[in-house]
């Protein structure tokens, strides 16, 4: 009797340890990486107990949100220009910036006929509606701009054009049919690095600049143990397992 009661004494000691060090923290996450991160998140609790509080937006609208005083801990933007912007403004810690994952970029509808392994559909202009992030607040929506640039259709397809908020609100015109095709990002319609429905376009990387993911821990947080947690976490192996399934390099 005596032994199961230490026993049971014990493991509420550990539990109360455990729940003493674990942490909530909040995580302004680039809308691409919405669907692994939510994977992340939760593989990240079971693991640590860290409870990690995700917003989702386009990388200027969260940049715009830090500067206001938004209270984030961490930022996973879709670029690498923007935590390097934060760090040098004195709102991200030195030293803790890397590129935790590298995006690809997707031309991809619904329509399982409609566009080609090509991207032959844009010069066809055989659609209604092409959709792209707004490139003044979005990388994929600037990588977009930059493909159809290259392809010299950026002038001819101008009147076709609708743009998303976010690459997020993107995906979200063309599965409603608002718009017949869109630019998104592979991780968003991709499941092991294969379209999952639809028919897509894999834009070579060689007409955009490359999506160098990069995360930052922001000065709010700098002694916060759970932020630099989920920093190390990212670069573990469970979380490129997650990465990798949905179509990103590092």
Known sequence: MKNWLWRCALVWAVTLVTDAQAEALSVAVAANFTAPMQKIAQAFAQDTGHQARLAFGSTGALYAQIKNGAPFDLLL????????RLEKEGLGVVGTRFTYAIGKLVLWSKDAALVDAQGEVLRTGNFDKLAIANPKTAPYGAAALQTLTALGLAQGLQAKLVQGESVGQTLQFVSSGNAALGFVALSQVGVDGKISQG???????ALYAPLKQDALLLTGAKDQAAAQALLRYLRGERARSILKSHGYTW
Do not use: I
């Open 77 to 84: 933007a879709a670029d690498d220009e923007t935590p390097e």
């Open 199 to 205: 028919s897509a376009w894999v834009v070579p990387e």
